[in-house]
């Protein structure tokens, strides 16, 4: 079974730019969430997914968006960048059945903004 | 709210070796779920051990076990028999019960397994 997988792995953009991560699950998962990583804040939750709804958002500002397909892929975007969004975002998938609570992470994708 | 607590920014062990990382967490909520993950230098999280609330039984999964305090308010992992492969960060975190796609998780503590 093949895991979450996330493209590109990485990325250079610059401040004021815009970027889109994408995200596939693992077949049969229907929950997506989303993680930013940095030396800073740490690993922080930005948002989930589940059937193309946000059921969570974290604590972020609108700049940040998501949104889910159909097939449960997955694709965020960061506007009008800054230089404190260079982090490693993470995406993790989940069956969100009642008795599956382990979130299954992708290899994240490293972003840097000059 | 949620909050987690790892006050060890670094940890060593000699192989083969027991070695417990510690983690403690503040929520007002009586239901919510505890994990551990561990992120090797490569970045990918992987999952290694789940806690829920209502559990009456520390959580084991091969040679991580979760040693649950909830008057003390503790979730310490503890890997037995320590290999080098264990060398990388660990991170606690938790969740609501119903809830666990939403992580909150602590700073780590980054285990390195010496020869």
């Known amino acids: 079974k093949a895991g979450v997988t996330q493209t590109p792995r990485y990325l250079i953009k610059t401040r004021g730019q815009q970027v889109t991560l994408s995200c596939s699950p693992i077949?049969?998962?229907?929950?997506v969430s989303w993680y930013q990583q940095t030396p800073g804040q740490g690993l922080q939750f930005l948002f989930e997914?589940?059937?193309?709804?946000?059921?969570n958002k974290g604590n972020f500002p609108g700049r940040f968006s998501g949104r889910q397909f159909s097939n449960s892929r997955s694709e965020m975007n960061v506007s009008t960048l800054e230089l404190g969004d260079s982090a490693l975002y993470l995406c993790?998938?989940?069956?969100?059945?009642?008795?599956?609570?382990?979130?299954?992470f992708g290899p994240g994708t490293r972003l840097t903004v000059t | 709210a949620q909050k987690i607590t790892q006050t060890q920014p670094g940890m060593f062990v000699q192989e083969k070796e027991a070695v417990t990382l510690d983690c403690t967490y503040d929520t007002s909520d009586p239901s919510y779920g505890l994990f551990w993950y561990k992120q090797p230098s490569s970045g990918e999280m992987i999952f290694l051990i789940y806690q829920g609330s209502y559990d009456q039984q520390n959580a084991t999964e091969g040679r991580y076990s979760l040693n649950f305090q909830k008057a003390r308010k503790s979730a310490n992992l503890v890997i037995s028999a320590s290999q080098l492969g264990d060398s990388a960060m660990y991170f606690c975190?938790?969740?609501?019960?119903?809830?666990?796609?939403?992580?909150?998780f602590g700073t780590g503590t980054r285990l390195q397994v010496f020869p």
């Open positions: 077949s049969g998962h229907r929950s």
């Open positions: 997914y589940f059937s193309e709804t946000q059921r």
């Open positions: 993790a998938s989940s069956l969100a059945s009642a008795y599956s609570y382990e979130q299954y």
């Open positions: 975190a938790m969740s609501q019960y119903y809830n666990t796609d939403k992580l909150i």
